[in-house]
């Protein structure tokens, strides 16, 4: 049976169309007359504005547990006190609770996919199988050398891509994640290079995010991240790079020929201190620059709309130009690029997409009067006018409602968690 989406408004359309969801597809757009089939179950939109919603291209799903926990300590002190003494607590079926929320708070914003790092990834890409939505998911490697570690590290990362790439009607991809340049070592950076182009594997990394590490880098190397990447031939395979807060000009040009997508995480850069990406930069050198979250624990919340509503005003300010970030350019990183950024077919609600439509509300007080629907929806709409979620044509949300899973039962476990934790 298809369902077919009756009078939404698509950016580019001055009237309502009608939209029929066939299986995993938008098979037809158009009048209800010309697409309408005997059986099809019809869904009144009434105007909603329909997308193709929205990608995170750079998180770390179950730190939705730490939301709120101390963030007003220097990071140093936050990670070793905080952190990292809780995350070893950590059994792979709290890792799973903790995912299904965030990605209930994903849904809920319009999320149709996420790129995630961490660690219990077994338990990470069943909680993603249950929510519906798309992931590109990855272990966060930590190891100094292949001696100390890292050949371990490599082997969980291949044996989750056994297990994981392509699973979950191919909703599911995995990507090969040394955690920063930093934290592991330059043959454990050759190693995964090779596993990622060997297995045809994205890689997902932390790049350039702090002064600090920058500074440190050169005084090392000589060089800064990107191009001691380069150096090393670990730039060979398609990359995902988050934050990049810190770059200098030459380093812009290497993600420009090396196709290097960036995930611009603004509220996590600020929320820690670390400082504003270049982002007018990134876009004028033409590099692919999606939106992430980063963790709940440096954000506080999943939510992309409000991530590009704080891009597109930091943009405009640095620059002191509103021609900085266009609201319908900002759209595009959630939408177009953070596809593109995990690898994903291009979807825009047209015929042979994937079915992957998100509906937003725009009648409310705080939309009304609606001008410019991308200008709407950037400066003015909220995450909870949200409506409804398709992903591959399933719907996980409907009229606001989570269908996708328990969302109260999840609250519980995870909240059961938390005063375990505290108790300890
Ligand atoms: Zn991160």
Not at 5 to 17: A, I, M
Not at 186 to 204: C, F, G, N, P, Y
């Given at each position: 049976m298809a369902t077919l989406?009756?009078?939404?408004?698509?950016?580019?359309?001055?009237?309502?169309?009608c939209v029929r969801v066939a299986g995993d597809t938008i098979d037809r757009v158009g009048t209800l007359d010309d697409i309408w089939s005997a059986g099809d179950e019809i869904v009144d939109a009434g105007g909603k504005l329909a997308l193709p919603g929205f990608v995170n291209a750079h998180t770390h799903l179950p730190m939705v547990l730490l939301r709120g926990l101390a963030d007003d300590v220097p990071l140093a002190t936050w990670l070793e006190r905080h952190v990292w003494p809780i995350e070893r607590a950590l059994r792979p079926e709290d890792v799973h609770w903790c995912a299904l929320l965030a990605l209930a708070e994903s849904i809920r914003c319009g999320v149709v996919a996420v790129a995630d790092m961490y660690f219990h990834n077994d338990a990470i890409a069943r909680a993603v199988t249950e929510s519906g939505v798309r992931a590109l998911l990855s272990y966060g490697m930590i190891a100094p050398s292949l001696a100390a570690g890292g050949r371990e590290e490599l082997e969980k990362t291949e044996r989750f891509a056994d297990t994981w790439d392509g699973a979950s009607d191919g909703r599911i991809r995995v990507a090969v994640s040394p955690h920063a340049v930093y934290t592991c070592g330059?043959?454990?950076?050759?190693?995964?290079?090779?596993?990622?182009?060997?297995?045809?594997?994205?890689?997902?990394t932390h790049l350039s995010e702090t002064r600090g590490e920058v500074d440190d880098w050169r005084k090392k190397t000589g060089l800064t991240p990107p191009a001691y990447l380069e150096q090393i031939g670990a730039l060979a395979a398609p990359t995902l790079a988050a934050h990049c807060t810190h770059v200098t000009a030459e380093d812009v040009d290497l993600f420009a020929r090396r196709g290097v997508r960036v995930a611009h995480c603004p509220k996590s850069n600020a929320k820690l201190g670390s400082g504003t990406a270049p982002l007018s930069a990134f876009r004028a050198g033409g590099v692919a620059t999606a939106v992430g979250t980063d963790g709940a624990a440096s954000n506080d919340r999943l939510d992309v709309l409000e991530e590009l509503r704080f891009a597109c005003l930091l943009a405009r300010a640095g620059a002191e130009r509103v021609g900085a970030l266009s609201a319908r350019d900002a759209l595009g990183m959630a939408t177009h690029e953070g596809r593109l950024a995990l690898g994903l077919p291009k979807a825009n609600v047209e015929a042979g997409d994937p079915a992957d439509i998100v509906l937003v509300e725009v009648e409310g007080a705080h939309t009304a009067p609606r001008h410019d629907a991308a200008s709407t929806l950037v400066f003015a709409s909220q995450s909870s006018d949200v409506t409804d979620v398709f992903v591959a044509g399933r719907p996980l949300l409907r009229e606001r409602k989570l269908l996708a899973f328990d969302e109260e039962r999840v609250q519980l476990e995870v909240a059961r968690l938390a005063a375990r934790l505290r108790r300890n």
């Open positions: 989406l009756k009078d939404v408004r698509r950016l580019s359309d001055s009237e309502p169309v330059e043959d454990v950076w050759r190693e995964s290079i090779a596993l990622a182009v060997r297995r045809d594997l994205l890689v997902h």
